[in-house]
């Protein structure tokens, strides 16, 4: 197996740490006391504090690639790009991201990318099967049942 740039990275910046902290492990298994990892510190808190952590990390890592399978790679430049031409919205509803940043759509048949669409929408997209024949008949059902509503209130 082996290892990703970016995980070869992380270790020779943390090696230091690494190793001391096998020699911890090491000493103490050896001296037959129980181990205990240390506590590790969250680099984020609250939701709110995770979604400006996230955001802090993707403005760091312009460049990072998001992979959508099938051969299709965004770079974070080209999502920012289209995320900007959209109005930083999605694409279908119009609404404003929440906790997540807007899911990439994209063709499974041919790896090409669609738009930016919030989590509702993209899963919509994905139950009726990126069928519009399918999409046409759920808003004429919608309409249908909408209209009946109306005229018995």
Request: aromatic share 8%; net charge positive.
């Amino acid at each position: 197996m082996g290892s990703k740039p970016h995980q070869i990275a992380w270790y020779q910046r943390n090696r230091e740490q690494i190793l001391a902290a096998r020699k911890e492990r090491y000493a103490a298994m050896t001296a037959g006391v129980e181990y205990k990892a240390p506590k590790r510190v969250k680099a984020y808190q609250t939701k709110d504090e995770r979604e400006a952590y996230m955001r802090r990390w993707r403005e760091a890592n312009p460049d990072t690639f998001v992979r959508l399978g099938a051969g299709v790679r965004l770079s974070g430049a080209a999502y920012n790009a289209m995320l900007a031409q959209q109005g930083g919205r999605c694409a279908i509803c119009g609404d404003l991201p929440g906790c997540r940043r807007l899911a990439i759509d994209h063709e499974h048949a041919q790896p090409t990318v669609r738009g930016l669409l919030c989590f509702r929408c993209n899963t919509a997209l994905g139950s009726f099967q990126d069928n519009p024949a399918l999409l046409r008949a759920a808003a004429g059902y919608l309409e249908r049942h909408q209209s009946r509503h109306l005229m018995e209130a």
